[in-house]
T-cell receptor, first 114, second 114 residues
């Protein structure tokens, strides 16, 4: 049981390049999320997916697109990277049960855009 | 809509001293409350959570938090900190029904000095 996995761990891009961050979870969770973390800003939600086939914008969606490929996988795409997108990106998944909501995080992707 | 305010961005303390990290929230509906911890260069881990029942919740490593509905607060405390508690701590809130999304505060960096 690997939990939430993310690839790559590190990435350096030049302005204007594109890339896709991959995320997968093996806990059979319906909901998945992409956050970015910047110093002094906490975690800000980029996009989320409440279930397979649905996606919704979060707080900071501009410049990003997402795909919920299946129940396990939720990818984040930067079509034309900008220096303002330099950040640490976290994927998460969640489940609601008798013990309330539990959200599980991946290890993060550190992205630098030059 | 919900929001979380962490009143201190940085808290330096000496080893074995007590510490309190403050968190206030705003919500028009009943909520669940969480504290997450992020050690340097790692992802987020759940430290403790309040769902219902007793307003005082404890973690396995000596932290505790008290839910105060009238003051809309969920402050995190530890009576005696260790060097290993140096980390960033995030308070988060989710609604008890509907979406499983979390709203995070901006974080408090706790630095424990020898």
């Amino acid at each position: 049981n690997a939990g939430v996995t993310q690839t790559p761990k590190f990435q350096v891009l030049k302005t204007g390049q594109s890339m896709t961050l991959q995320c997968a979870q093996d806990m059979n969770h319906n909901s998945m999320y992409w956050y970015r973390q910047d110093p002094g800003m906490g975690l800000r939600l980029i996009y989320y997916s409440a279930s397979e086939g649905t996606t919704d914008k979060g707080e900071v969606p501009n410049g990003y697109n997402v795909s919920r490929l299946n129940k396990r996988e939720f990818s984040l795409r930067l079509e034309s990277a900008a220096p303002s997108q330099t950040s640490v990106y976290f994927c998460a998944s969640s489940v609601r049960g008798l013990a309330g909501v539990k959200q599980f995080f991946g290890p993060g992707t550190r992205l630098t855009v030059l | 809509a919900q929001s979380v305010t962490q009143l201190d961005s940085q808290v330096p303390v000496f080893e074995e001293a007590p510490v309190e990290l403050r968190c206030n929230y705003s919500s028009s509906v009943s909520v669940y409350l969480f504290w997450y911890v992020q050690y340097p260069n790692q992802g987020l881990q759940l430290l403790l959570k309040y769902l219902s029942g007793s307003t005082l919740v404890e973690s396995i490593n000596g932290f505790e938090a008290e839910f105060n509905k009238s003051q809309t607060s969920f402050h995190l405390r530890k009576p005696s900190v260790h060097i290993s508690d140096t980390a960033e701590y995030f308070c988060a809130v989710s609604s008890q029904g509907g979406s499983e999304k979390l709203v995070f505060g901006k974080g408090t960096k706790l630095t424990v000095n020898p």
